[in-house]
């Protein structure tokens, strides 16, 4: 094997993905805050990192598997470290294993001290991140993004960090899950001619590049609209309207999505990163919101 120093191989694991699995469980810990709950903070933040692992692991197993499947190759922007030379597939599959094994075991010990339900999350967690690659060339992986970074770590932060499983933090599920949904989805509007080319069905071959599109710029700005719903039937408090500088960057990816239905692909180059980013700005807004209002409205 290659020598890689422990830049290349966090690099490895796409990190400026990770708002999409970190921030679900930073916000639902601040709204079971502002609602009053007693948090066991240590298991809150156990569990943050613990899902970041996780993460990492399923991005590096989805580049391996893209890989010897032909989807990702030297003329895709996907899998760039492998495809670019850098690491052989064998060590991104060993990486991947690797941080696989990390996460499941200190979920157990997890388990061990939160409780069996616990279990259920992290099997289920598990089983999407490995059937991700599958689901994703059956036009399911944006169904499997939203459940296993959205609803799966919003449910099960609620259970281990308070004891029960309540779904009052649920109203949080449609605005982060749907810009979430949002990387993968530009990710694969921008990629219908390789993968097309793979063999593979998306979800954005189906709907065609302008269904895709447009479904994109919803998915960017209705988490907006929900969060100004929500404060209007009190499941929000009026300070959340802090999000709204976020608008910029959601718009700013908006203008790029559109631009790419008049020219080409090339315009959606560093979208799906972009959406991370506002994920990482949107969520983050919101968090301060909720934890402001609760200490010192």
């Known amino acids: 094997m290659n020598r890689h120093n422990f830049k290349s191989w966090f690099f490895a694991t796409r ?24 948090i066991n903070w240590g298991i809150g933040i156990w569990t943050l990192i613990n899902i970041i692992v996780f ?6 197993w989805s580049d ?35 941080l696989m094994t990390v996460a499941v075991v200190s979920g157990i010990i997890l388990v061990a001290c939160t409780g069996l339900p616990t ?5 289920a967690g598990a089983l999407l991140t490995v059937l991700y690659p599958w689901l994703k060339y059956h036009a399911l992986g944006d169904v499997d993004i939203f459940l296993t970074y959205s609803v799966l770590p919003i449910l099960g932060t609620t259970y281990v960090a308070t004891g029960e499983i309540g779904t009052s933090a649920l109203w949080l599920a ?48 209705v988490p907006f609209i929900w969060v100004a719903g929500g404060i209007a ?16 960057p959601a718009m700013d990816n908006v203008r790029k999505v559109m631009a790419f239905l008049k020219k080409d692909a090339k315009e959606l180059y560093g979208v799906d990163e972009n959406t991370a980013k506002l994920q990482l700005a949107f969520s983050m807004l919101l968090t301060l919101s909720l934890f402001i209002d609760k200490l010192f409205l």
Do not use: Q
């Open 174 to 221: 449609l605005p982060i899950g749907l810009i979430t949904v949002g990387i993968l989805h530009v990710n694969n509007t921008r990629d219908i001619v390789p993968d097309k080319r793979a063999g593979i069905k998306t979800f954005a071959m189906l709907a065609g590049e302008k269904v895709s599109a447009y479904l994109y710029c919803l998915e960017v700005i």
């Open 15 to 38: 990190p400026w993905s990770f708002p999409a699995s970190s921030m679900p469980i930073v916000t639902t810990l601040a709204y079971l805050f502002w609602t009053g709950e007693s």
């Open 64 to 98: 391996y598997y893209d890989f010897k499947k032909g989807v990702d190759r030297e003329d895709t922007i996907g899998g760039m470290s492998i495809t670019s030379g850098e690491f052989k597939p064998c060590e991104i599959k060993s990486l991947a294993i690797a």
């Open 119 to 123: 279990l259920y999350f992290g099997i």
């Open 55 to 60: 993460h990492a692991a399923g991005n590096t």
């Open 233 to 248: 039937m009190g499941k929000f408090p009026l300070l959340s309207l802090l999000i709204i500088p976020a608008l910029k």
